[in-house]
């Protein structure tokens, strides 16, 4: 089998002649059904590795088949007909299995026992595979990333806390359309069709607006929304006093962004988003008649505003102060969403939603009394979580009123005075 020349089809073909025996025996239909649609997308995510696609397939349809306990290679053999020591010749393609996140090597079944039968190694298949199996989804949509560099800054989804966010009318269809557009189903599809109008693949995308209104965790929930990563980088990290060195770290920036989506494409998974969170520290304007100092602002821009182009993944960023930006970007970003802060209905909405307790119509009239952001709203409630652990009970509706007004600076300046 490791020497098998056929195509991809003819090791499904090859794999559906084995496993009919198996399911017809003894797996239950649904699980027969499970088995059936993993045989369809592992030969997609492993590729041309025909040894590896049949061996996985073989150890799914084993493990299936055993109540979804550890199989060994041995156990294997036995469902082929195949001397142990034959299929053991396999065990290549088996740790290349564990290291592309399929399988789990799993020991715990052979402590103490002393036959030959448990001396062999165990394998799981991994929970998040399973899971693309149940949902007939391809793998790479729900592969352990373990693989991923760890050295980078990159926030998985699993790790992106669910948050409900609440928008404007006039934004909530645009921010619909982003996350139809960034589901794996969708995106590749839409970068081939760019490709065939000859234009550029990537995206970009730019969220602008009042501070507070929800663009970085926008940008945070689309991520897992698509469940991809989000490769996040650090203004801190990039800016440099040395000459030189800023736009050194540009390169690097976008050299490691598209390392991780190499990888990704690799192994099937789905590209990370390249994310500038107040993006208004790195993009900037060109300036006429430059200085000496200012050739390098210039530099930096007309480099942001190449790689930009030349993207071939998802860029996304986030600004307060747009009117810094060069025009240019303006090109360059294909949706460009203005956050606004929210109206009385929308705000009515965000306190219902932090503070199940509270009544309709108290939270109209914190909705119409106060002009908070969604960010102020969430400092209320960060108040009110203290005084459930500080106070032992829930905060007073005029406590509540209170930290209401305290909110904004200008709302503090009422006669009162501390200290000298």
């Known amino acids: 089998m490791a020497n098998f020349t056929g195509s991809i089809s003819g090791v499904l073909k090859y794999l559906s002649i084995i496993t009919d025996t198996m399911m ?30 049949i061996i996985f397939a073989l150890i799914l349809g084993a493990y299936l088949c055993d109540e979804e306990r550890p199989v060994s290679l041995w156990r294997v053999g036995g469902w082929m007909g195949v001397d142990q020591f034959l299929i053991a010749q396999f065990s290549d393609d088996i740790e290349s299995l564990v290291d592309k996140g399929l399988i789990v090597e799993d ?31 391809p793998l790479g949509a729900y592969i352990d990333r373990k693989s991923i560099n760890s050295d980078t800054n990159l926030i998985l989804p699993e790790k992106i806390k669910y948050k409900e966010l609440f928008y404007m009318p006039d934004i909530a269809p645009e921010i619909n359309r982003i996350k139809e557009a960034l589901l794996p189903e969708n995106f590749r599809r839409i970068q081939a069709q760019m490709l065939e109008k000859k234009t550029s693949c990537g995206m970009c995308i730019m969220f602008y607006g009042a501070p507070g209104t929800g663009k970085t965790e926008s940008v945070l929930q689309l991520a897992k929304a698509c469940n991809r990563a989000v490769f996040q980088v650090e203004t801190g990290s990039v800016i440099s006093k040395w000459i030189g060195e800023t736009e050194n770290n540009i390169y690097k920036t976008f050299r ?34 430059a ?9 930096v821009q007309a480099i942001m505003l190449d790689q930009m182009e030349r993207l071939d993944g998802i860029l996304m960023a986030t600004t307060n102060v747009e009117a810094n930006f060069d025009a240019a970007y303006e090109r360059r970003f294909l949706f460009k969403v203005k956050f606004a802060k929210p109206d009385t209905d929308i705000k009515k909405k965000i306190w219902t939603n932090k503070l199940d307790w509270l009544g309709d119509s108290a939270a109209e009239t914190l909705a119409r009394k106060y002009d908070f952001s969604g960010g102020e709203i969430d400092n209320i409630v960060r108040k009110v979580a203290m005084d459930e652990v500080l106070k032992g009970e829930r905060t007073s509706l005029e406590d509540l ?8 600076f200008s709302s503090r300046d009422n006669g009162r005075h501390i200290g000298f």
């Not at 009123?401 to 904004?408: D, L, P, S, V």
């Open 24 to 53: 017809a025996q003894r797996m239950r239909p649904d699980r027969s059904l499970r088995l059936d649609n993993a045989i369809k997308n592992v030969g997609e995510y492993l590729g041309t590795d025909q040894s590896e696609t």
């Open 107 to 137: 020991n715990e079944i052979r402590k103490g026992v002393n036959n030959e039968f448990n001396k062999c190694s165990f394998y799981s298949v991994k929970k998040s595979v399973m899971n693309a199996i149940i949902h007939n989804q």
């Open 256 to 289: 490691d962004y598209e390392k991780q989506c190499d990888e990704a494409r690799k192994y099937n998974r789905l590209e990370p988003i390249l994310f500038f969170n107040e993006a208004d520290g790195i993009f900037g304007k060109r300036i006429n008649n």
């Open 291 to 299: 200085t000496r100092g200012e050739l390098t602002e210039n530099k």
């Open 401 to 408: 009123e209170e930290y209401c007004r305290n909110e904004k």
